[in-house]
Structures are given as C-alpha cells and as structure tokens.
T-cell receptor, first 113, second 113 residues
Framework: DAMVIQNPRYQVTQFGKPVTLSCSQTLNHNVMYWYQQKSSQAPKLLFHYYDKDFNNEADTPDNFQSRRPNTSFCFLDIRSPGLGDAAMYLC????????????FGPGTRLTVL | KQEVTQIPAALSVPEGENLVLNCSFTDSAIYNLQWFRQDPGKGLTSLLLIQSSQREQTSGRLNASLDKSSGRSTLYIAASQPGDSATYLCAVTLYNQGGKLIFGQGTELSVKP
C-alpha cells in the first residue's frame, strides 16, 4: 500500500563521497519534490519536477542535483557531501503543482562522517 | 517574503483534553494551507488541506480553520489521546511557485495518559 517509497531509509556516507537517494511513487502523480529537513527545523524545498520540467530553488547549493528518468522515480544526488548536509531528506508527490495535497515518503536520514 | 510561525513550540496536555494549535503567516496571498503530522524520525502525514476560498475543514477529531485576511489558521484536536503525540506542522502554498510548501517550525505535542 506504500504510495511514496524512499530508499534507503538510513544512509551513512563519508565526507566528500557522492551519494544517491531514491524516491518512487505508485500514485502516477505529475509532480515530485525533494525537501531537506535538518534537526529540529522545518522542511525546506530543494527542487521539484513537474513532469520532466526541473525547477531548482534559488538557494539550493550546486552540490545537490536531481534526476527523474520516468514518472515513477526521482533521485537526489549529493556530489560531495559535507557535514552540513546531514539531514532528513523527504520526497513528496502531488497531482498538480498548486491545489493538491502533497504526499510524503518516510524520508531518508543521511549521516555524513 | 512569506514567513510561517507556529505557537506554541511545545505543548503537554493530559489525555482527553481539547486543544488548539496556532499557525500564522505573513502574506495572505496563499493558494492553500496544509496541516501535517510528523512522528519522530519519520516522514510527514497530511492531515487537512484548506483551500484559500474555504474557512475550515474537518476530519474525525480534527478541525482546521483558516482566516486569510488575518493570516491565521488553527488546528483543533478534540478529546486528545496519547497516540496524538507528535509534531504538527502547518505549511502554506503560494501562487505560481510550483506547489512549494513553506513550513512553520512545528508544535511538538505530548499527550499524557
């Protein structure tokens, strides 16, 4: 019954070692979002895809990239993780960009050593 | 710049009590407002979505109201239960920003048996 799936749930990486987080959805939604949530802070949008159109937030570091090879999957690539990138990464989907509820996955907790 | 504030940051109540969580936002030009629940170390679960043209939404023991002109929303929880213990986040969606959610910091609720 899981609708938005994130893998892995926990990821440990070393400083500077590239890492990829995965999100998949069974809802056939057009929009997929990636949020970063640091400890005790509110989630912050990094970027989103509307179909194949990529939309980057102005303050998202260049270190963060994303790919959406098809409707169901979206990936978050962190090219050179720093200690400050340790956070919970949340994937969300919605049917359309404005009026619809966003459905969140369980998140991936990233630890950078 | 839109800012979302939630008061109080933490709340502890005995089981059975009715309670109100508050959310305020600085820019009334919102598309909608959502209330989410987040359990420790987990993703977000959407509780209620109120469109900008609506005044309130209800689901079970939850009732959310929206007063756009004053920039306020409240989440009312009736007959609280220990299972309601979680962090509650409100978030607004702005026009023409691709569905970007701007979150408050959350209210951490603890319901004591």
């Amino acid at each position: 019954d899981a609708m938005v799936i994130q893998n892995p749930r926990y990821q440990v990486t070393q400083f500077g070692k590239p890492v990829t987080l995965s999100c998949s959805q069974t809802l056939n939604h057009n929009v997929m979002y990636w949020y970063q949530q640091k400890s005790s802070q509110a989630p912050k949008l990094l970027f989103h895809y509307y179909d194949k159109d990529f939309n980057n937030e102005a303050d998202t570091p260049d270190n963060f990239q994303s790919r959406r090879p098809n409707t169901s999957f979206c990936f978050l690539d962190i090219r050179s993780p720093g200690l400050g990138d340790a956070a919970m990464y949340l994937c969300a989907t919605s049917r359309d960009p404005s009026a619809d509820t966003q459905y969140f996955g369980p998140g991936t907790r990233l630890t950078v050593l | 710049k839109q800012e979302v504030t939630q008061i109080p940051a933490a709340l502890s109540v005995p089981e059975g009590e009715n309670l109100v969580l508050n959310c305020s936002f600085t820019d009334s030009a919102i598309y909608n407002l959502q209330w989410f629940r987040q359990d420790p170390g987990k993703g977000l679960t959407s509780l209620l979505l109120i469109q900008s043209s609506q005044r309130e939404q209800t689901s079970g023991r939850l009732n959310a109201s929206l007063d756009k002109s004053s920039g306020r929303s409240t989440l009312y929880i009736a007959a609280s239960q220990p299972g309601d213990s979680a962090t509650y986040l409100c978030a607004v969606t702005l026009y023409n920003q691709g569905g970007k959610l701007i979150f408050g910091q959350g209210t951490e609720l603890s319901v004591k048996p």
